[in-house]
Nanobody, 117 residues
Framework: QVQLVESGGGLVQAGGSLRLSCTAS????????MGWYRQAPGKQRELVAS???????NYADSVKGRFTVSRGNAKNTVYLQMSNLKPEDTAVYYC???????????WGQGTQVTVSS
């Protein structure tokens, strides 16, 4: 089992910045890539950014150049640095990882990011 705990959401004005953090605990030797998804009201959950073993990164087109995903030295923490935030970035942001052996997905509880115009 893997548990994910997120922090760092909040309310920010357009153009501002926020940093999200997510720490994995439990059977962390089983996890591989980590990433962030978001879900806005009435919309499907979508991938925002992910970081894969070897520190390869992947971003949604809508956040390229504004968001940066990174991992801590212990590899069980993932960060999302969000800059130049826009009202359309408003959503609940979820941390995600998966079991490298079973491919089971794990999700954090979500953290609200609200960007006012």
């Amino acid at each position: 089992q893997v548990q994910l705990v997120e922090s760092g959401g909040g309310l920010v004005q357009a153009g501002g910045s926020l940093r999200l953090s997510c720490t994995a605990s439990g059977s962390i030797f089983r996890i591989n890539d980590m990433g962030w998804y978001r879900q806005a009201p009435g919309k499907q959950r979508e991938l925002v950014a992910s970081i894969i073993s070897g520190d390869r990164t992947n971003y949604a087109d809508s956040v390229k150049g504004r968001f940066t995903v990174s991992r801590g030295n212990a590899k069980n923490t993932v960060y999302l640095q969000m800059s130049n935030l826009k009202p359309e970035d408003t959503a609940v942001y979820y941390c995600n990882t998966n079991d490298r052996f079973t491919k089971r997905d794990y999700w954090g509880q979500g953290t609200q990011v609200t960007v006012s115009s």
